[in-house]
C-alpha cells in the first residue's frame, strides 16, 4: 500500500511539475497582448525589439525581456535625475528630482528593488507575487510622475518617466497571461 501511494505521489508530482512548466512553454501572440496596453505602438515595439523578435517567443522569456528592458530604462532615467539634481536652479525644483529618484532608486520601496523581487519570482514561477511586482512597480513609476506634475520639470525626463510607466504597463499585461495560464 506504501508503495502505491508513493509512485501516485511521484506521479502527481511529476505532472504538477509538468504543468507548471507548461505554463512558461505558452506562446501569446504580440497583438493580443498589446491590444490590452493603452499604447499599443509602445507595446508592439517594445516586445518586437527583443532580439531575435517576438513571434513564437514564450510567456516567460517575453517577461524577461521586459523586466530587462525596464532594469535599463530605469538605470537610464536614473543618471538623468541625478544630472537633473546637479544642475537644479533651486532646491524646490531639486527636490521634486529627488522625490522621483527615491521612488526608482534601490532601497525597500522602489522600481529597482520591485523588479528585482519580479525577477526572483519569474524564476521560482511565483506569478501571484509577480503580479504583485508588477503593480507595486507601477505604483513607484505614478508617485514619480506625481512628483514631477507638482511642477514643471525637465520634459526629457517626463518622456523617460513615460516610457517606464508604458513598460511596466506591458510587464503587468505579461505577468497576467501567465497567472491566468494563457
Given at each position: ?12 508530482l ?23 496596453a493603452?499604447n499599443?505602438?509602445?507595446?508592439s515595439?517594445l516586445?518586437n ?6 513571434k513564437?517567443?514564450?510567456l ?5 525581456y521586459t523586466?530587462d528592458?525596464l532594469?535599463?530604462n530605469?538605470?537610464?532615467?536614473l543618471?538623468?535625475?541625478?544630472s537633473l ?10 527636490n521634486y ?5 527615491i521612488?526608482?532608486l ?11 523581487d519580479a525577477?526572483?519570482?519569474l ?8 503580479a ?20 514643471e ?20 499585461i ?9
Open positions: 500500500m506504501m508503495r502505491e501511494n508513493s509512485s501516485l505521489l511521484l506521479v502527481l511529476i505532472l504538477c511539475f509538468a504543468s507548471s512548466n507548461s505554463i512558461s512553454a505558452e506562446v501569446v501572440d504580440v497583438d493580443i497582448i498589446c491590444k490590452e493603452s499599443q505602438s509602445y507595446c515595439n516586445l525589439s527583443k532580439p531575435g523578435g517576438a513564437g517567443v514564450d516567460v522569456d517575453l517577461a524577461q523586466i528592458v532594469n535599463d530605469t538605470s537610464d532615467t543618471n538623468l535625475i541625478r539634481i546637479q544642475s537644479a536652479e533651486n532646491s524646490t525644483v531639486a528630482y529627488y522625490h522621483c529618484d521612488d526608482l534601490n532601497h525597500g520601496d522602489s522600481v529597482t528593488s520591485s523588479l528585482t525577477q526572483i519570482s524564476y521560482f514561477i511565483k506569478y501571484p507575487a509577480m504583485k511586482d508588477s503593480a507595486d512597480i507601477m505604483k513607484y513609476i505614478l508617485e514619480c510622475i506625481d512628483s514631477l506634475h507638482e511642477d520639470t525637465s520634459p526629457l525626463l517626463a518622456k523617460y518617466v513615460e516610457n517606464l510607466q508604458q513598460g511596466a504597463q506591458v510587464f503587468q505579461i505577468t497576467k497571461y501567465l497567472n491566468l495560464g494563457i
